[in-house]
Every structure is written in C-alpha cells, then in structure tokens.
C-alpha cells in the first residue's frame, strides 16, 4: 500500500465524510452514540475537526482509515482503498461496502425502580429560597404551583443507592401524569456522589418520558403553547407571561431531558390547533432539537410554529445569556438594547 496515499487520504476524507459515505445511523459529535453498538448513553467521540475518534466504551479509537475498518469491518488496505475512491483519489474498485451489523445493547443488571420522594406544596420560606436563587418572582411560582407543575421537598424515598440523600431539600418539576420528575437541590448545588467522588450534577430525574413535555395535557384550555427545554425555563416561562400579562392565553410545557430531539408521538395531539412557540437553548444541540420538534408539532396540525431567538442579551453576571431563565436576570442595559426581548417573548 503506497504510503503517500494512505497521507493524502487522510488529508483531505474526514470520519464525517465516511460516516455520511457509510449511511451509519446518528451523526458525529463530540459525545455521540457509537455508531456500530446500541449505546443507552453517548460513549464515542469525533474531534480534531472530525480526524480522530475514540471509543470511550471499548477504548479503540484512531484516523478516518481506523474509523472505516472499525465501522466496516475492513482490513487496512481494503479500507484506504475505499476512503481513496470516495476522495476521489483512485477509481472506485473497491466494490459494495455495507457498515458492521449494530451490536446489541449490553444487558445491565435488573434492579428495582427508583422510588419517588414526597412531593408537596411549598412552604413560604421554600418558595422564597426558589425566587432567590434562581432570581424568580414569588407571584411565577405560585402560577406554576397552582398548575400542578411545581412541587418541593424533603428527599426521604426508600431507596438504598440514594440513602446519602435523606434529608436534602429540593424543588421538583412534575405533571398531574407522573411520568418524570426533575429533583433539583433547593440550596443550588450539585446531587452529593455516595462515593466521595466530585458532584456532577445539578438535576436527578426519575421515571420515564424525557420526550414527553412536562405540562402538555395543560394546552387544551389555551390558544398558544410554549414550549421550553429544563425544568428553570419552566417555571421561567410562568414568570415572564405573567408579567408580560400572557399567562390567561399561554400554556407552559417543557421537555425535561437535554439531547431530545424528537417527541412522543401520543404527545403530539395536544399542539393541534394552537399557535407554538419554541423556545431553545442558544446551543447546536438545542437549536437542532427545536428544528426537529417544530417539524412533529407542525406535521401533527399547529397552525404556527415559530421558534424565539434568546441570543443577544447579558446576565446580570456578565456572561452571554442562552435560555429563559436567564432571561429573567439579565442585566437591564442589555434589556434597553433588545426591547424585542421581552415585547415579542409572547405571541
């Protein structure tokens, strides 16, 4: 195998370029799913702009002639020769390629649902630590309380990988459904590890149905629908229509699950008829996830779907502004700059 072809493929063919050429399922991201095993959780990696790539799971990894020898089972000089014809380097000689059969998903070990915590109504002093902390009004907790949409309390389920838990305070995001609820620590910080090891999160979900908007049952009595992505835009949402004096025509649901990006199809009845607006996060993966939602929500008979642009705006923090709920502390020279913000938030 001439060396210098082997150099010049990997110049000018990226693994993007053979993943598209292979039909393999997913796209290349810096955490995705590997595209030849049935992932529950992203385990692979494509980066330095799309030359290398690493498979955390089963720890190979490598260029663009790896990566096709990996995905279709190929030896190095079948592989470049392939890579080659489709950089159009050499003539296509190589003959039918197909991608490896996906493995199946690994089996994990059964263990028993994780028990719900008590959900409650909150108290006074609760309500008041939620305004302070997330820079929420008293009066867009209470709306999304009274919707049966936000909850609080004292973590005290049952549950013997989370015993380290007890005691915690939370605010949670649930529906009349109790399908999913997002558990959210009331003094801001990350969920403690049983191990010792560093927090890594903020949000606990339990229960199922990330791709079923928290609160759509709710858009039956209301002409518009917002939909948002966390639990924060949520109740965000509440306090901005009703201090933009909107909450009487607009309902509120969100998807509680970052990297949704398509809907449950049971869901989808409930935005017929209605004018939706969406409302992503300032990121590639959430203006993805919107362009993909508003293509179900149209198709399922909205009359309009539009999506709300939260760029352009400062937190009070100074830093770039990117969902709804930093929407409600942005810094007020940067309101006065963008009055569309707020004058157009709501149709």
Not at 45 to 57: I, K, L, P, Q
Not at 329 to 338: T, W
Request: charged share 25%.
């Amino acid at each position: 195998m001439e060396r210098g072809l082997i150099e010049r493929v990997k110049d000018c063919f990226t693994i993007a370029d053979a993943w598209h050429a292979l039909g393999l399922e997913g796209r290349p991201a810096k955490s995705c799913r590997t595209p030849w095993r049935d992932d529950r959780r992203p385990s692979f990696s494509v980066f330095a702009e799309s030359r290398r790539w690493f498979d955390h799971s089963g720890g190979e990894g490598g260029d663009v002639v790896d990566f096709v020898k990996a995905a279709a089972d190929l030896d190095t000089a079948a592989a470049v020769r392939w890579c080659a014809a489709r950089a159009g380097l050499v003539a296509d000689e190589s003959g039918t390629v197909k991608p490896r059969p996906r493995a199946p998903r690994r089996p994990e070990p059964m263990r028993k649902p994780e028990p719900w915590p008590t959900l409650r109504p909150g108290t006074a002093e609760e309500k008041k630590a939620l305004a302070s902390l997330r820079g929420f009004s008293l009066a867009g907790i209470e709306l999304a309380a009274r919707r049966g949409l936000l909850h609080f309390g004292i973590y005290d389920a049952a549950c013997p990988w989370r015993q380290h838990w007890r005691g915690l305070s939370f605010w949670a995001v649930a529906d009349e459904a109790r399908r999913l609820v997002e558990l959210r620590l009331l003094s801001g910080e990350y969920w403690p590890e049983r191990d010792g090891t560093p927090p890594r999160r903020k949000a606990h979900s339990i229960g199922n149905g990330k791709d079923h908007p928290c609160g759509i049952e709710l858009a039956a009595g209301f002409p518009v629908v917002a939909l948002v992505e966390g639990a924060p835009d949520l109740i965000a949402a509440h306090d901005a229509a009703l201090q933009l004096d909107a909450a009487e025509r607009v309902a509120v649901c969100s998807v509680l699950g970052a990297g949704v990006h398509r809907l449950a199809v049971e869901c989808l009845p409930n935005f017929r008829g209605k004018h939706v607006r969406i409302y992503p996060h300032t990121d590639e993966s959430g203006m993805n996830a919107a362009r993909q939602w508003a293509a179900q929500i149209k198709e399922a008979g909205a009359v309009v779907v539009d999506a709300f642009d939260l760029s352009g705006f400062t937190t009070k923090a100074g830093r770039p502004g990117k969902d709804l709920a930093d929407l409600l502390n942005a810094d007020p020279h940067s309101l006065r700059a963008n009055p569309e913000l707020l004058n157009d938030l709501f149709p």
